[in-house]
């Protein structure tokens, strides 16, 4: 077409230029049209054309035109003079009918050329839709909070924007690398558009402001199209001339105009963010005191931290495994994982160190939007103000806190996963995970197991196939000495949700040599791991005491300036952290809406089998998770502590006297009554049994009293807590309540008062003789019988056991005696003998005595030892005596009649009997007295004591969890967690649609 219409234009000029004859005149040619003129030369070699300098116009630019060219004049073509012809007339008839032609066949092809041109043009625009990530969401609601036209005329005029359009020159040298930039197949494109959240669907096209906002991007592809054009022009033979400057230079200056036109497009942004930022703060606030009168609905990415919280916390059990979408921050120790977390926070929340690991658990943040930069954890209602620095430096020290908390004794980190939320205008809303650091070695003060523990927590969080990976990169290190990028290869080897972020990098480019190395970088050419998207990142210059604010200066300036991205190694949408958040909220949601509705079905399906389970094993119970059972076997437990209060009066009493004579009679006999008996006269007697009594009174015998008073209650308590409730019994508390018992009698202590009054009451009920009627002196007499009966039945016990069966059980049971047995029989028969010669012998042996069985027994060639005498004739002695003394009860139960008138003119005394009298008087005195402090004070306190008990346990998980626990109570347990998730799941799904 072009060949066709170049050799029309030649013949036509020919014959116009050969008709000039002798007349020297301007040619036709300068009526044609540039194209034409510019096809021309080759047909016409003896014409000079000189290429007309390329010129662009300062217009407005708008959506619908593009920039047109400058009428070029071209140099005057001047003719010789030809002989003058006549018929002229019929020379301008003929060249009417060709002048006729050629305006015909020239609007033919004229036409057909602007067609195809426009064809050409409406094919090389780039499609918007593919550039949808250039306009942030929040354009589409900005006519809502904004006023438009404020806006517009904020806006730069056309002078100002012409002032940013490159040489066309210098767009045609570099116009590779221009469109390596804006193609819709990039990388960078490709993986992220970074500012779509989700809204795109719900909001609608608004032409007014993205007209405007896109003006720089409709101004690059115009200049791409005139470009090329110019650059076909430029690069035609004839019109060749020479560079003023070099090649290099040119590329150089059409960087930095790039450079500056994408900073300024991106500054504009940036103020139509801040505004809307602010905007919507003021919107959230007024919310929040309650202007508009409605309730706030919770924060769609609160809900589903929520649910993360939930499966934290929940067994896997039933091959249900938590799928659901985080994104884990991995690197090598000092990577720089917290900085970049804490650039996306905006914050500087997190506890740090010199070259020390800081990090020693991991820690889950949420991420979400507010009107007030606040952090708060999930298990506490205090809100850090993260504008303030006493704040920061509170948040700081409680995270190091609970770090250093959940580390178990003798490890280094923990499993125990710490969550945090941060609030605040603009913040990204997504769930990160920072886990420690990757160590390649164990150094000293940590355990042992460190570095395989690290690995284990990173791979577990890591193998979720739904996780995305942001892995943390060193550059100011070489890349060879890296090891998490090996660990993130293998778990995710296609590189499908890992993104790779190369920290430091204004470090990196001080100290590598070769910067391509960095490029090969975030290519993805160096590392044998691969990546959704490559990123470049400056978060500080090393100093913990930057703030945000100057990091994000720091970044930036840095970028404008590196010759990284001026040399186009680096794209614009791969460095700084904003970009990053963007990029990654985008992947975390699009992750969401792609997985959570399978999960929502997998725990539909698991609470289905646990119910079926429960059905077919406890048809008739109630499911009761943990807690509830808490509350049930709470309330039982204190009922039957109220039940104390019912114990009778008697029966307190009976049980008190009987457990503390039982305490106290041996020491009554043998060291108060045996050594009493042993004195010649009854004055002696009485003497011997006051100063006795005196002094067991002052010194043990109140605090037995409290011991045995302590201890009735405990067993009290303990048989309401243990006896069976018939079928209403529930097996499944018995730990609970053993370990409340035990808790609560631990804790109770008896008062320290008791003691003195009990010793007064006790001192005076022994120093009362006077036994005031018969029965009282019969019940002295049983008493006393009773008493001795008990301790003759253990001499005899203990006799029996020293000597060996008697001839009866011998005969009977074919037992025999052992040599000592013999030996002690012998013994045995040789005191019994001395005790029949001297009845009223003392109660001790003497050295002669023991000489002297102790020969008879050689004579009959028996070798006793002299303690082994001595050892026998205590029991055979102690047997005689009690056999005496019950004697004399018998003597003594008409002698109340004596006792009355003293034992004036009787030989008999019955001094034993009024001790026993006084001993039992004290226990009926004691136990009454122990009765009302029990029931009047103590177990109101071991009340108090079992409700503080309770209410301890009730707050720890881990004692329910340890004494709560069986198949059944497990079951309930995974019932209630399934449930509430699968219902938090379906919450969130449905708002998930609803925002859509």
Request: with cysteine; hydrophobic share 35%.
């Amino acid at each position: 077409m072009w060949r066709t219409r170049a050799a029309a234009a030649c013949v036509i000029c020919r014959s116009l230029a050969k008709s000039n004859y002798g007349i020297k005149r301007k040619s036709p040619l300068q009526n044609l049209h540039l194209v034409s003129r510019s096809i021309h030369h080759p047909y016409y070699p003896s014409s000079k054309f000189q290429r007309p300098p390329l010129r662009i116009s300062i217009q407005q630019f708008s959506s619908l035109n593009r920039l047109p060219f400058h009428k070029t004049k071209l140099l005057n073509v001047k003719y010789g003079y030809q002989s003058y012809r006549n018929f002229w007339l019929a020379r301008l008839a003929s060249r009417l009918l060709r002048i006729r032609y050629i305006i015909l066949g020239s609007a033919v092809g004229g036409g057909y050329t602007a067609k195809k041109t426009y064809d050409q043009w409406k094919d090389m625009m780039p499609d918007l839709d593919d550039y949808k990530w250039i306009v942030p969401d929040f354009i589409w609601e900005l006519d809502e909070h904004i006023d438009f036209e404020k806006i517009i005329k904020a806006l730069p005029d056309a002078d100002d924007l012409a002032k940013l359009l490159p040489d066309f020159d210098k767009i045609g040298e570099s116009f590779a690398s221009l469109k390596g930039f804006f193609s819709p197949g990039s990388p960078g494109e490709t993986a992220f558009r970074a500012t779509d959240q989700g809204y795109d669907n719900d909001k609608q096209y608004k032409k007014s402001l993205l007209g405007e906002l896109i003006l720089l991007q409709q101004q690059i592809q115009q200049h791409e199209e005139e470009a090329r054009r110019a650059a076909g022009q430029y690069n035609t033979g004839s019109y060749q001339q020479k560079r003023k400057v070099s090649d290099k230079e040119k590329i150089d200056q059409l960087q930095e105009e790039l450079l500056r036109t994408q900073l300024k497009y991106q500054r504009m942004l940036e103020r139509l963010e801040k505004e809307n930022k602010e905007l919507r703060k003021l919107v959230l606030q007024r919310d929040d005191k309650g202007i508009h009168q409605r309730k706030l609905k919770k924060s769609l990415i609160d809900m589903y931290s929520e649910v993360l919280d939930i499966l934290s916390d929940y067994d896997a059990s039933y091959n249900t495994q938590d799928h659901l979408p985080r994104v884990v921050v991995v690197g090598d120790q000092s990577a720089g994982k917290t900085s970049v977390l804490e650039m996306i926070a905006q914050a500087r929340i997190f506890p740090r160190g010199s070259g020390e690991m800081m990090t020693r658990s991991p820690v889950k943040v949420t991420l979400s939007e507010g009107p007030h930069h606040v952090a708060l954890f999930k298990d506490s209602s205090r809100e850090f103000d993260l504008t303030k620095e006493e704040d920061l430096a509170a948040l700081r020290n409680e995270i190091e806190i609970r770090m250093r908390n959940s580390v178990k004794e003798g490890c280094t980190v923990s499993t125990e996963t710490i969550s945090l939320s941060v609030k605040g205008p603009g913040l990204q809303r997504m769930v990160l995970v920072d886990l420690p650091g990757v160590i390649s070695t164990v150094t000293s003060g940590m355990a042992p197991d460190t570095k395989e523990t690290i690995f284990s927590i990173s791979k577990a969080y890591m193998q979720n196939p739904n996780a995305i990976i942001l892995c943390i990169q060193d550059g100011s290190v070489d890349a060879e000495r890296s090891i998490v990028t090996d660990l993130v290869s293998q778990m995710d080897p296609q590189g499908k949700r890992t993104i790779f972020v190369l920290t430091k990098v204004d470090l990196a480019e001080k100290n590598v040599a070769s910067p391509s190395r960095i490029q090969q970088i975030i290519e993805g050419k160096l590392f044998p791991m691969k990546a959704l998207g490559y990123f470049a990142v400056v978060t500080g210059k090393g100093n913990s005491s930057e703030s945000i604010e100057s990091i994000k200066e720091y970044e930036e300036e840095f970028f404008q300036n590196s010759k990284l991205l001026k040399t186009s190694m680096l794209k614009a949408h791969q460095v700084t952290t904003k970009n990053l958040s963007l990029a990654v909220s985008d992947c975390f949601w699009k992750m969401v809406r792609e997985s959570v509705e399978q999960q929502a079905d997998a725990f539909k399906a698991t609470r289905f089998n646990l119910e079926t389970e429960w059905k077919n094993n406890y048809p008739r119970l109630r499911e009761l998770d943990r807690n509830e059972l808490f509350e049930k076997a709470k309330n039982e437990i204190l009922d039957e502590v109220i039940s104390l209060t019912q114990v009778t009066p008697k029966h307190w009493e009976e049980i008190l006297q009987k457990t503390l004579w039982e305490r106290v009679s041996t020491h009554v006999i043998e060291n108060i009554y045996l050594p009493a008996a042993q004195t010649m006269n009854s004055g002696t007697f009485n003497t011997t049994v006051d100063i006795k009594l005196k002094q067991w009174t002052d010194k043990q015998l109140p605090n037995k009293a409290v011991e045995v008073a302590w201890e009735t209650l405990q067993e009290e308590f303990s048989r309401f807590m243990t006896e069976p409730k018939g079928k209403e019994h529930d097996d499944i508390f018995d730990k609970l309540k053993q370990a409340v018992k035990e808790e609560s009698i631990k804790r109770h202590k008896w008062n320290e008062r008791a003691e003195d009054s009990l010793r007064v009451i006790q001192h005076n009920a022994l120093e009362d003789r006077s036994i005031s009627d018969k029965q009282q002196w019969d019940a002295a007499i049983h008493f006393m019988e009773e008493t001795l009966q008990s301790r003759l039945k253990d001499t005899e016990s203990v006799i029996e056991d020293m000597v060996g069966p008697d001839w009866k059980k011998r005969w009977m049971y074919w037992i025999g005696r052992t040599k000592e047995q013999n030996i002690r029989n012998e013994t045995k028969n040789e005191l019994e003998k001395l005790i029949k010669c001297n009845e009223e012998h003392a109660a001790y042996l003497a050295n002669d005595e023991v000489t002297t069985v102790r020969k008879n027994l050689e004579a009959r060639g028996i070798t006793v030892d002299p303690c082994l005498i001595k050892d026998t004739w205590h029991q055979i002695y102690r047997r005689y005596f009690l056999k005496t003394a019950l004697n004399h009860c018998n003597l003594c139960r008409r002698g109340f009649y004596y006792y009355q008138r003293h034992f004036v003119d009787s030989e008999l005394e019955c001094n034993d009997i009024v001790l026993f009298w006084r001993i039992q008087r004290m226990l009926a005195i004691t136990a009454n007295t122990l009765r009302q402090q029990l029931t009047n004070t103590e177990v109101r306190r071991l009340e108090k004591n079992v409700k503080e008990v309770l209410e301890d346990f009730a707050e720890d998980s881990e004692k329910k969890v340890k004494l709560l626990t069986g198949k059944r109570v497990q079951l309930a347990e995974d019932l209630k967690k399934v449930r509430e998730i699968q219902e938090k799941l379906e919450a969130f799904i449905e708002a998930l649609h609803q925002e859509k």
